[in-house]
């Protein structure tokens, strides 16, 4: 087993840095079928009006942000929910739905019923899958596959971002069949898809980025709680770093909407309560920062996830890393990766089992 994690003390550490690579072979895997004549097989994209993505866990995450990309680059409107939940509340549902399952192992029994359900019910179905031949792939009409390579680690890294990848190459393809997206447009937003393996391997490969998350995880292993905020493209980030700090260090996390604190989680915040902020360039970057000003005036310590050249929000925070700026719709790709360090660094100090913790399984094969 040692030998498998490549030199790494953990698989989580080992997947988290081969996330570049994975994500690059993610879109070579599915270049035919976005930029070449292929077509995606079995499901017709002009054939609904209404898509529902069904999750659990990490999966779920991903498929908030893929409700943004989707939408925004083909204004077909999208539902996500849970895939536990999606089964028992009588969906509404029909011939004219795409319902796209997001699961890395294919095998999640929620999802697999959540999407049965969907079928019999007339819609067409999709699923998003990291391994070939499982279940769900025998199941839906269609399947993209993440070419994320086997992720052995209960915590999911590579899977997530590998499936961010998928989707937005899922909704440039939408909006190019389906005509909402001109081909200059695929074409630029291709361009900067193609470069986030690079952006990111240029996070990860800078020594000193290291060294700073563990200072920062030094500094707060022994909290007990953590509040994560986000907004837009990346207010899923801050849902997917709290349950990544949940589910390896037993610290209770809450990620939270930036936007929506002054309605609860503010209550929570003086000078021992942890705010990890996502603050990157984006459309609502000035919403975030009187955000972060907000957690400050309490006395939060603020822990931001910052572009360099920074000013505004590194003068608010206690701690400030630093990640390479990359189009909004594409940041949630780079901007989860402190964060899974973050979590890893903290469950590592505290001595904890990363890649198997306690009560949680890689994949939940029973209600
Ligand atoms: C379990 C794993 C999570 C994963 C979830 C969904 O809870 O511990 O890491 O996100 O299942 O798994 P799936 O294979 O359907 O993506």
Redesign the pocket.
């Known amino acids: 087993a040692q030998a498998e994690k490549a030199g790494y003390k953990h698989f989580m550490l080992k997947e988290i840095f081969e996330q570049p690579r994975s994500i690059a072979d993610t879109i070579s895997g599915n270049m035919s079928w976005l930029k070449g004549d292929g077509k995606l097989e079995g499901v017709d994209p002009k054939s609904f009006d209404r898509i529902q993505i069904i999750?659990?866990?990490?999966?779920?995450h991903a498929g908030l942000i893929g409700k943004f990309y989707i939408e925004n680059l083909t204004r077909i409107q999208v539902e996500v929910d849970y895939?536990s939940e999606y089964r028992y509340r009588n969906p509404i549902v029909n011939e004219k739905t795409l319902v796209i399952a997001?699961?890395?192992?294919?095998?999640?029994a929620d999802?697999l019923a959540a999407m049965k359900l969907a079928k019999e019910k007339g819609a067409k179905t999709l699923a998003i899958c990291?391994v070939i031949g499982s279940t769900i792939t025998r199941e839906a009409d269609t399947t993209i596959y993440t070419y994320a390579g086997p992720e052995i680690s209960?915590?999911?890294t590579k899977?997530?971002t590998t499936?961010l990848t998928a989707l937005f190459i899922l909704a440039l393809y939408l909006g190019k069949e389906r005509k909402t997206l001109s081909s200059e447009k695929l074409e630029a937003y291709f361009k900067l898809l193609m470069e986030v393996p690079s952006k990111m391997e240029e996070f990860l490969n800078t020594e000193r980025k290291e060294e700073i998350v563990k200072k920062i995880a030094l500094e707060f292993y022994k909290a007990s709680d953590a509040l994560y905020l986000g907004r837009y493209v990346n207010y899923p980030i801050a849902l997917e770093g709290a349950l990544k700090l949940k589910?390896i260090s037993y610290i209770h996390a809450e990620g939270y909407p930036a936007g929506e604190m002054k309605h609860g989680p503010i209550a929570l915040i003086d000078e021992t309560m942890p705010v990890i902020v996502v603050a990157t360039k984006s459309k609502v970057y000035e919403k975030v920062l009187s955000n972060v000003e907000e957690v400050k005036a309490r006395k939060g310590r603020v822990v931001s996830i910052v572009n360099k050249g920074d000013k505004a929000v590194k003068q608010l925070s206690e701690f400030s890393i630093e990640v390479p700026e990359v189009n909004e719709f594409l940041s949630p790709i780079i901007n989860v990766v402190p964060l899974q360090l973050f979590a890893y660094y903290i469950a590592d100090f505290l001595g904890y089992d990363v890649d198997q913790p306690r009560n949680?399984?890689?994949?939940?094969t029973v209600e």
């Open positions: 999750a659990c866990g990490t999966s779920y895939a997001i699961t890395q192992s294919g095998e999640t999802t990291n209960v915590a999911s899977a997530f499936q589910e949680l399984a890689k994949s939940v």
